[in-house]
Structure formats: structure tokens, C-alpha cells
């Protein structure tokens, strides 16, 4: 059974940094890519991040390139979020699912951390 963990999120003020992971059990965490989706409230899902399955190639939604970083440590089985720079409109839940750049929207997904940007 696929399990993806994510953890890290918490209250910050904007300008402000946090690091997310994402702990993932249940399946070959290194063969595969790896996305990061955030949903703010009353809005649908929105693609962050993706990173394929050797952690080499990196894409990134317009709204956070160059303030957010994804990586991810296969030996952990663990995939990350470096976000820094955040602004309020980041507020969101933020989860971790399997596949890319096309296929996160039918992967397997967490539960997701939540992300609030405030003064």
C-alpha cells in the first residue's frame, strides 16, 4: 500500500522560509517521479513541483519558481520542499503525490500540511 507522509508546515510570517518532506513507504519511492500539489481553500488542486525519479530534472509552476526548491533523498525515501520567500497567496494544504510533470493528477497522494502565510 502506497503511504506518503508530509510534514513541516506550520504558521509563518511572508518573506519567511520552510523546509516540507514528504516520507514515503509502500513502493519503490526511487523509480519514481514526484510531484508536490497545493489546494487553498476553496480553490482546486494546483501543481507545484515536479522532480523525476533520479532527481535530476526539476520543473516548477510559474507562481514559485526561483523562491521554492524540490529535491528529493531515495536512500531516505524521502522527497522535499524548500520554500522560501513565501508570500500569503502560498497558503495552502500541500501534499505529495506520485508522478510528474503529467502524471500527478492520477497518482497516489497524502494527506498534505498546511501552509499558512500571515503577519
Known amino acids: 500500500e502506497v503511504q506518503l507522509v508530509e510534514s513541516g508546515g506550520g504558521l509563518v510570517q511572508p518573506g519567511g522560509s520552510l523546509r516540507l518532506s514528504c516520507a514515503a513507504s509502500g513502493f519503490t519511492f526511487g523509480s519514481y517521479d514526484m510531484s508536490w500539489v497545493r489546494q487553498a481553500p476553496g480553490k482546486g488542486p494546483e501543481w507545484v513541483s515536479a522532480i523525476n525519479s533520479g532527481g535530476g530534472i526539476t520543473y516548477y509552476a510559474g507562481s514559485v519558481k526561483g523562491r521554492f526548491t524540490i529535491s528529493r533523498d531515495n536512500a531516505k525515501n524521502t522527497l522535499y520542499l524548500q520554500m522560501n520567500s513565501l508570500k500569503p497567496e502560498d497558503t495552502a494544504v500541500y501534499r505529495c503525490?506520485?508522478?510528474?510533470?503529467?502524471?500527478?493528477?492520477?497518482?497516489?497522494w497524502g494527506q498534505g500540511t498546511q501552509v499558512t502565510v500571515s503577519s
Open positions: 503525490a506520485t508522478g510528474g510533470l503529467t502524471g500527478w493528477s492520477k497518482g497516489s
